[in-house]
Structure formats: structure tokens, C-alpha cells
């Protein structure tokens, strides 16, 4: 039964499907008793039940031949099967028209018979077990739509048959994972900050309840509680964490998806970084699925839901190259129409500041992309003398975005002065990606043959570089409000910092005497950033990133001996350590920062400390729940 189904048609459908609900009339079948049989005259019997008004009269025997006998049995045990199916059904459609939930009936085959289907009683999943084996695999049938245009897709036509829906889970709240007072906390912590950072990932569900969020989707309420608890720094985090690994693996094999998957996995990748990898590759193919890229279009016709899953597209759009472009690896999602005329997105009916923030991330992740194109990934590849003109353009338009939006955004209700603060320092991650590229193979054959001008050229770049970094440094040190953002930024943010002082470090031991850096204001820069995240993450959650972060901030500050009395260069020795080893082990995450002689500044792809590739797969299965 659809949502728009009048009730009586699911009546009919179940006529349909199993016929009139009455016996069969077997009295035409029993004609006569054994005696009148013989006899040959007719026989009359109460209710097809010997003994017939002659036998009764004369006295004599009347009796049924077995044949008969037994379809009289059948008849009874017919009549308590179908009783039974109909209580079944009317209880199944009682719920389902309730909760709008599709009814699926049995199928007639080709004889007329029914299919076996299962019993409406064992459809209900216990626990967070979610049925993925349902689906006959290698089902397809071909559909006709002569209304369609012929230039439509070959894939178009093609649609699974007698695929069945996956059943839901019962969320962790009615289980008893953890209590309805405490999700609650966790989920006002989300939706009332936490989300306002990355421009509302839930959409139309923003102002909605726990209690409409437990109905839409168990995963989407998870992950908005798993998040909550982690930057609420709960003791719950743990169970939440598991319960989310638990619900979204299986969706790697389901066949069947909604918008509310994808708001679920985008909030996983943004802020759960030892799973944001593997989160961003099954968004992306899952948002392909569902063709959230296709809703653009329609979103500029003034169409409500379009608009949503358009937005949604360009959310994933950003979360995906959160992950890729800093990493050093290609992004999943094209750059198709949405991306390429983003702008006009800002001309929907429903348009919100939150969406122009939106755009806004777009365009800048538009440029690191053709960035991350035009240079490649081999960092010990010099740039080329005439790299220089692409390296100047790119620069133009990350200034020019910066220009466009710095002053457009006033100060939000849920996390103050973030949009305006937010644009200069994601202005600067993108100058430092970007700039650092001129210190690629710095030591190479070919970077020591360009000729001076064009050395100018690259050190006055290098030289850009710097600056980006030291102005991160000073806004995470300077700007209280910034402060209070940290435990709240995704994932990006913390490795971005953490990028920034890496690179001061090596540029600060290697190159003093060609890029322009005061060491001493460096040291303090260092020292005073330590003493601010160190204060920042004592009431975070262990297992949060910048946790790792700052220790292996502090750690590799310890080993360079910047400290006030210590020489302002990092000791030659540290540079010719082994490369750097990721250890984050959940409990006791530590990063370990080493300086690697070989491919100087191949930390700018993130490389130097990948907290997504080094994770322990069997890690994972052992935290998955039996």
C-alpha cells in the first residue's frame, strides 16, 4: 500500500492476491451416499454430512466413500489456514498504513499459486542485524516507457524485479544502548552547533525532533549522536561508535539507499577521522546512485525536494575533497554541471546564507582540484619554469574568492562569527596547498639550474607559503572565538594546523637563508600554539583528532628542542630520521611527526601524517558487535 492509497483498494488487493475468502463449494462434488448410490436416486444430505434424509429414515448405515471423506477434512483445515492468513494481513496492513510503509503482498506464479513468502512475524530483526541477503541477485526486467525521451540513458530502461525492501533496525535508544536523556543531549549538541559548520548537512530535518529522526532513519540518528557524544566528550562514545560501524557496513552491499544514508555517512566522514576515508568513497558512490547530481536543473525550476538533494550533492561535493585533494588522491565526485555553475544555485526560490556558504566551498574546492590536475601528485617532481604562470593564476582566483565572499556573511546565531572568520582561514589552507608546490624537488638537478629570475619567481611564492602558515598559527593563537571552534571544526581543520606547523619546521631548518622567516618569532609561535591546543583539547575526548594532534605537536617541538634556551634551528640529525610512523590506537591515540630527509615537503599531500590510510582494518572488526 502507497502513502496515497485509498484504504480500501489494499481490501481489493488482498482479494486479488487470495481470492474470495469463502470455502469451496464441495457439496457439488458429493453426490450421493454409498446406499443411494447403489440405488441410484438422489441423496440428501444436512450440510454435506451423512447420514442423508433416506438412511436416517430407513435406518440403515450411510456412509461417504474415503475420497470424499478426506476433501471434508481438507475443508476444515483450509478454513483454519486462511482465518489465520487474514488476521495476518489485517494486522500487517493495520501497521504499515499507519507508518506509511509499503505493503508488499505474495505473488500468484503462473499456476495461479501463491509464492512462498515469509511469514509477516518473522520480517521483525532483532537487534541492528540488517537483512541484506533478501534481494534475489540477477533479477532484472526491462521497463517501457514510451514517454521518455530516446536519447535517455542505456541504463534507463533497466529495473530489479522482486527486489524487497531491507528491513529497519530498531535504533540503539530502544535497545538501550545508551539512555533518551543523554541522546538527547547529544543530538541538541549537533544540530544546534555542530551541523551550523558544514551548512546544515540535515537539510530538511533541521528543526525536526529526536523523536522524528529516530522514525526517518536509526543511522542518521547514530551518527548525529555518535558526533554529539564525541565533542561532548561522553563516556557513550565508545557504544555509539560501534553501533555506527555496525549500521553503515552493510549499506556496501544494500541495494537500497535514501538522502538520509548519505546525510549519515557525510556526517561520519566530516568528524569520525579513522573512518572518513572509507565513509567519503561509499557516499559518493551511494549520491550516484541515487542521482543527486541530476536534481540541479530542477532545484533552479523552483522544485522543494530537488533544491534539498541538489544541496546535498554539493555537501558531499565538499566532504569528498575534505579528504582527497589534501591527501594527495584524485576526488570521486566530477566536476558536472552543479559544480560548474554553482553560482546559480544561489538563485533558488529557497536559498539560505547557509547555502552561500555552500557555494563558497564549492568554488574554492573547484580551484584545489584543478590545482591538484594541473601539478599531479608526484611530489618529487619540481615545478617547471612555466608552471610559474598557472601557480600566479590559481592565486589570483583563490584572492578574488576571498575578496567575493569575506564580508557577505554576517554573524550566525549557532556559531557566531565562524562565517566570516571561516572564509581567511580556509583562504589561507588553500594559499599554503597551493604555494607549497614551489618548494617541490627543491634539491633537484633541475630546480639548481633555473635561472635567476625565475628563482625569484619561486621564492617569492615559497614566501606566500609562509605567510598563509604563520597567519593559521596566529589565528588559532590570537582569536579566542577561533579557539572555541576547535573542538567542533571537522576533521580538515586539525590536520591543516598540524600541516602548517610541519611545514614552518622543515622550511625553517632548510631554507632560512632564501624564504624570508624570522626563527625566533617562529619559536614563539610553536610554543605559544602548543600551550593553546594543550588547553583546547584538556576537556576534549581522548579519541578526537586534535587530541593526536597536539601531542605529536608537543612531541616533535621536544625532540627539535625549541625550547626558549635552545638553538632556533631543528638539529640536522632529526632531519635524517626514518620516515614517520602513524600510531593511533584508541586507547591511546599518538602521532608520531618524524621529518624525512628524502622529498623534503611532501607533507603538503598530507603523506607525512595520513591518518586515514594507516588504520588497522581487523581493528574495526573487533569493535563490531557480534
Known amino acids: 500500500m502507497t502513502n496515497h492509497e485509498p484504504p480500501g483498494s489494499a481490501v481489493r488487493r488482498l482479494r486479488d492476491t487470495f481470492g474470495d475468502p469463502k470455502p469451496p463449494d464441495i457439496t457439488r462434488k458429493i453426490t450421493a451416499c454409498v446406499a443411494c448410490r447403489k440405488q441410484k436416486i438422489k441423496c440428501h444430505m444436512n450440510e454435506s454430512q451423512p447420514p442423508c434424509a433416506r438412511c436416517r429414515k430407513k435406518g440403515l448405515p450411510c456412509t461417504v466413500n474415503r475420497s470424499l471423506q478426506m476433501l471434508l477434512e481438507n475443508d476444515a483445515v483450509w478454513k483454519q ?119 546544515r548537512i540535515l537539510g530538511d530535518h533541521s528543526t525536526a525532533t529526536l523523536g522524528r529522526i529516530r522514525e526517518v532513519s536509526p543511522l542518521l540518528t547514530t551518527a548525529i549522536c555518535a558526533v554529539g557524544a564525541l565533542h561532548l566528550s561522553s563516556s557513550d562514545f565508545e557504544a555509539l561508535y560501534k553501533e555506527f560501524v555496525a ?97 546559480k544555485f544561489l538563485d533558488c526560490t529557497y536559498v539560505t546564507e547557509d547555502d552561500a556558504r555552500l557555494v563558497s566551498q564549492v568554488l574554492r574546492w573547484s580551484i584545489c582540484t584543478n590545482m591538484y590536475d594541473t601539478f599531479g601528485s608526484d611530489v618529487d617532481r619540481p615545478l617547471s619554469d612555466a608552471d610559474i604562470s598557472q601557480v600566479r593564476r590559481f592565486s589570483i582566483a583563490l584572492d578574488s574568492l576571498r575578496a567575493e565572499w569575506g564580508d557577505k556573511f554576517k554573524q550566525n546565531a549557532h556559531v557566531g562569527n565562524y562565517p566570516r572568520k571561516g572564509v581567511g582561514i580556509q583562504y589561507h589552507f588553500a594559499k599554503l596547498y597551493l604555494c607549497s608546490h614551489a618548494l617541490r624537488g627543491a634539491g633537484s638537478r633541475h630546480a639548481k639550474s633555473r635561472a635567476p629570475d625565475v628563482v625569484l619567481e619561486f621564492e617569492e611564492i615559497a614566501n606566500s607559503a609562509v605567510l598563509s602558515a604563520v597567519s593559521i598559527l596566529r589565528a588559532v593563537i590570537s582569536d579566542p572565538e577561533i579557539q572555541s571552534y576547535l573542538n567542533g571544526l571537522p576533521t580538515y581543520f586539525d590536520i591543516m594546523i598540524a600541516f602548517a606547523v610541519v611545514f614552518l619546521l622543515k622550511v625553517s631548518t632548510r631554507f632560512s637563508a632564501t624564504v624570508h622567516l624570522d626563527n625566533q618569532e617562529t619559536q614563539r609561535l610553536m610554543l605559544s600554539l602548543v600551550t593553546v591546543l594543550k588547553g583546547v583539547t584538556a576537556s576534549m575526548h581522548p579519541h578526537h583528532l586534535l587530541v593526536s594532534i597536539t601531542k605529536g605537536i608537543d612531541d616533535l617541538l621536544q625532540r627539535s628542542r625549541m625550547a626558549p634556551s635552545a638553538a632556533q634551528a631543528v638539529p640536522m640529525d632529526l632531519l635524517q630520521q626514518e620516515p614517520q610512523q602513524i600510531i593511533y590506537d584508541r586507547k591511546t591515540p599518538h602521532v608520531d611527526f618524524g621529518l624525512e630527509n628524502d622529498g623534503l615537503f611532501d607533507q603538503y599531500l598530507m603523506s607525512e601524517f595520513d591518518f586515514l590510510s594507516e588504520q588497522d582494518p581487523e581493528s574495526l572488526i573487533r569493535m563490531s558487535p557480534r
Open 81 to 199: 489456514n486462511i482465518e489465520q492468513k487474514i488476521q495476518a494481513l489485517e494486522a500487517a496492513v493495520s501497521r504499515n498504513v499507519n507508518n506509511n510503509i509499503p505493503l508488499d503482498l505474495p505473488q500468484r506464479n503462473e499456476q495461479g499459486l501463491e509464492n512462498e513468502p515469509s511469514s509477516v512475524g518473522e520480517e521483525v530483526v532483532e537487534g541492528n542485524q540488517q537483512d541484506t541477503t533478501s534481494e534475489r541477485p540477477g533479477r532484472w526486467k526491462i521497463t517501457i516507457d514510451l514517454e521518455s525521451n530516446p536519447g535517455a540513458l542505456p541504463g534507463h530502461y533497466l529495473l530489479r524485479a522482486n527486489s524487497v525492501p531491507a528491513n529497519t533496525p530498531t535504533d540503539m535508544i530502544s535497545r538501550g544502548v545508551i539512555s533518551t536523556e543523554n541522546a538527547l543531549r547529544y543530538f541538541d549538541e549537533y544540530q544546534n552547533r555542530l551541523d551550523h559548520f558544514v551548512y
Open 247 to 343: 549500521l553503515s557496513a552493510p549499506l556496501s552491499f544494500s541495494r537500497r539507499h535514501t538522502v538520509d544514508d548519505v546525510r549519515a555517512l557525510c556526517i561520519g566522514a566530516f568528524w569520525l577521522s579513522d573512518l572518513s576515508w572509507s565513509l567519503v568513497g561509499l557516499t559518493v558512490r551511494i549520491t550516484t546512485e541515487l542521482q543527486l547530481h541530476k536534481s540541479f536543473s530542477k532545484a533552479l525550476q523552483g522544485d522543494r525536494n530537488h533544491y534539498s538533494r541538489a544541496r546535498l550533492y554539493l555537501l558531499v561535493y565538499a566532504c569528498d575533497h575534505h579528504f582527497s585533494v589534501p591527501y594527495g588522491r584524485p576526488p570521486m565526485t566530477r566536476e558536472c554541471e552543479a559544480v560548474r555553475d554553482a553560482r
